[in-house]
């Protein structure tokens, strides 16, 4: 390999960057968490040497299958460090636009998940209680398009094995998916959320949410944020507005997100806070209200 057709793979590999926190995200949930495991992926390929990268025919595909088993170590020792979490740990919320999905592969459409979604915080909650074997796998065939037999592996299983994996995966998913509000739906009932909240009419709001509902703060011990789950429609309407009272200068402002619509909490030309709702039945069942600066980076 001459000079300029080295310097020229060194471009691309360093062009993959976007591509491999797309997918490190989707699999791990957290920006930080993904850019390390993106960054010990770019470890391993300059600990190569140069005969050793100069054979690789698709750099692609190599970092692609290093930085999936990167992130599957990870998520072997995850939920260790959320038991160890202050308060409750929620995935990262991030903008609409973050991280897009690009692939060539032709999928069944009914096999995948819409872009948006796979980087939506439901979604990610779903993904949270899979195995860290099902996740890979699932993000790798349904998001990304990849086959089985390639996937087979990154895992360890065989092709049938991670079909198997995916289909478990995609079935947890499809019933959460089933269960929510379509996003005209979800907007609608969302907005009245927060005409309820907004005029401080406390049996207004809990007229919108679920008897049942749960709200979830993430401050990951560095801001102030409920310790706890929240349940019930009378508790978490008067923790909101309890929070409004204590945050005068916040300006709580509509945010598209993934999950479609929600909050931004803006204060002194920042977001301090992103929520995303889930809505079923015309009610709202989940608030989830990310406080944690750390989750917060793309949005400043």
Known sequence: MTPEEREALHAEVLGERRHLVSLAFRMLGTVAEAEDAVQETYIRWYRLSQE????????????????????????????????????????????????????????DPLERVTLDESISTALLVVLEAMTPAERVSFVLHDVFAMPFDEIAEIVGRTPAACRQLATSARRRVQQSRRRRASRAEHDEIVRAFADAARTGDIASLITVLDPDVVLRSDGGGIVTAARNPVFGADKVARFLFGALRKNPNAAVLDQETPDGLGFALWDEGRIIGVVTLDVVAGLVTDVRLMMNPDKLTLWN
């Open 52 to 107: 050793e990268r100069d054979a690789i025919e698709v750099p692609r595909a190599w970092l692609t299958r290093v930085a999936s088993r990167v992130c599957l170590n990870i998520l072997d020792s995850a939920r260790r460090r959320r038991e160890r979490y202050v308060g409750p740990w929620l995935p990262e919320p991030v903008p609409a636009y973050a991280f897009p999905a690009v692939t060539d592969a032709a999928v």
